[in-house]
């Protein structure tokens, strides 16, 4: 069926450092492909997301780079911080249906 | 502007009992979500309406789970009767815009 998945289930870093976090994708059809963040006890916050058409999208220390052709898309964050520590969650969107569909999450934990 | 409340934040019962979890969502957001995430996975939608009618419910397990949103306002997730693997966080989200949701705390659910 139609999934979003995660290569990798953990990823440690030092604070300071570039953090990538990669996602595969198998639904060519989704409009956007979006990053969620979720710290424990809450639920996920919207970080940013990337239009379906699109190659590369940046926000505040943040970049998600889509490659459609192996079906792939990353999350950068520049100058990891503590408050970066969180499980980060890919998904596609289908706008038409406002339909999120997640996929497994990657805990991201940063060291002081 | 006050985000998406959920009550209660978590709920403990025992199998075969019933249990409802209730929310309320951005004001003016017109399309709300329930979510059901189980430990170490994304939230898988299990049912959105589009103000009080239902957009899709066809992930939501209809012989024990039932939703309402008769005002199209508030909303209330029911089980009944819960089943062991029902242990979960109920996530509520709501959107102005398919694009961006806005989720809650969640309830955690344990199930005995």
């Known amino acids: 069926g139609e999934s979003v998945g995660l290569h990798l289930p953990t990823l440690s870093v030092q604070e300071g450092d570039n953090s990538i976090i990669n996602c595969a994708y198998s639904n060519s059809a989704s409009d956007y492909f979006i990053w969620y963040k979720q710290e424990s006890g809450k639920g996920p916050q919207f970080i940013i997301d990337i239009r379906s058409n699109m190659d590369k999208r940046q926000g505040q220390r943040v970049t998600v780079l889509l490659n459609k052709t192996v079906k792939h898309l990353s999350l950068q964050i520049a100058a990891t911080q503590p408050g970066d520590s969180a499980v980060y969650f890919c998904?596609?969107?289908?706008?038409?249906?406002?339909?999120?569909?997640f996929g497994q999450g990657t805990i991201l934990t940063v060291h002081p | 502007e006050a985000g998406v409340a959920q009550s209660p934040r978590y709920k403990i019962i025992e199998k075969r009992q019933s249990v409802a979890f209730w929310c309320n969502p951005i004001s003016g957001h017109a399309t709300l979500y329930w979510y059901q995430q189980i430990l170490g996975q994304g939230p898988k939608l299990l049912i959105q309406f589009q103000n009080n009618g239902v957009v899709d419910d066809s992930q939501l397990p209809k012989d024990r789970f039932s939703a309402e949103r008769l005002k199209g306002v508030d909303s209330t997730l029911k089980i009944q009767p819960a089943k062991l693997e029902d242990s979960a966080v109920y996530l509520c989200?709501?959107?102005?815009?398919?694009?961006?949701?806005?989720f809650g705390p969640g309830t955690r659910l344990t199930v005995l």
């Open positions: 989200a709501s959107s102005r815009w398919t694009n961006e949701q806005f």
């Open positions: 998904a596609d969107l289908r706008a038409s249906y406002g339909k999120l569909t």
